[in-house]
């Protein structure tokens, strides 16, 4: 993988104002820390984020699914960007304006928090503004690569009720881990198959079976091709 994998994630899966603000926390100190305790924080905070990400750019070791390997690297971001909040209201001299870049902080911190509530439960999939969000990272990236999302895929087939006098069958893109999903919310009286390999193009579904469930990812969701999406 490109040295800028890690950076490039961190990049497109934090809250814009977020990253702003961390960054003006990176480069800048306050005018006026509360103690050593507090100078001692922030300094441990930058090598927090830099030290782990700095390694990955140089050392370049294997890396997937994202940064699910470096989530600890969150709180230091966290960290450096309520530092930058204090740094950039430090900077306004005037108590007013010092009043209005509070709001607009706190407003701009907390907008992100109704897509997190649309993407329930699937807020480990979310994606900012930089590359259209969710709908624009989902051809190019990982997103719910987990495929957590199959429990869902699983209750709309039993929502679907029985068909003839024989049961349902479904075939399920998955491997060992994430077929566990799958498996353990199908419905009733329904008989699940597995695969993990690409099938010929233009194979046609296994004879007797009434349903594909796949992930996009590997573009596993362009097999079967000729089947309408339900």
């Known amino acids: 993988l490109p040295w800028s994998y890690l950076p490039k994630y961190l990049l497109i899966t934090t809250p814009p104002v977020v990253l702003l603000l961390a960054a003006l926390g990176l480069l800048l100190t306050p005018q006026s820390p509360r103690n050593e305790r ?10 927090w984020l830099v030290v782990p990400v700095a390694a990955v750019v140089v050392l370049r070791p294997n890396l997937y699914d994202g940064y699910r390997h470096f989530l600890f690297v969150l709180p230091g971001i966290a960290i450096l960007a309520g530092t930058g909040a204090v740094v950039l209201v430090e900077r306004l001299g005037r108590p007013a304006l010092r009043l209005v870049a509070q709001a607009a902080i706190v407003l701009a911190a907390i ?46 087939l039993a929502s679907q009720g029985a068909r003839g006098d024989r049961p349902r069958r479904v075939l399920v893109a998955a491997n060992r881990f994430n077929r566990l999903c799958a498996a353990a919310y199908l419905p009733e009286g329904m008989r699940m198959q ?9 194979a046609r579904l296994p004879k007797r079976h009434d349903y594909y469930v796949s992930t996009t990812r590997y573009s596993y969701d362009s097999d079967f091709s000729e089947k309408p999406i339900v």
């Not at 507090?38 to 090598?47: C, G, I, N």
């Not at 597995?194 to 233009?202: A, K, N, R, S």
Request: hydrophobic share 50%; net charge negative; aromatic share 16%.
């Open 194 to 202: 597995t695969i993990w390999e690409h099938v010929l193009p233009g």
């Open 111 to 156: 907008a992100p928090v109704a897509t997190l509530y649309r993407l329930h439960p699937y807020a480990s999939a979310y994606f900012n503004g930089f590359v259209g969000g969710l709908a624009g990272a989902a051809s190019d990236y990982d997103t719910d690569f987990w495929a957590s999302s199959y429990k869902e895929a699983m209750n709309w």
């Open 38 to 47: 507090a100078s001692t924080a922030l300094v441990l905070a930058r090598l």
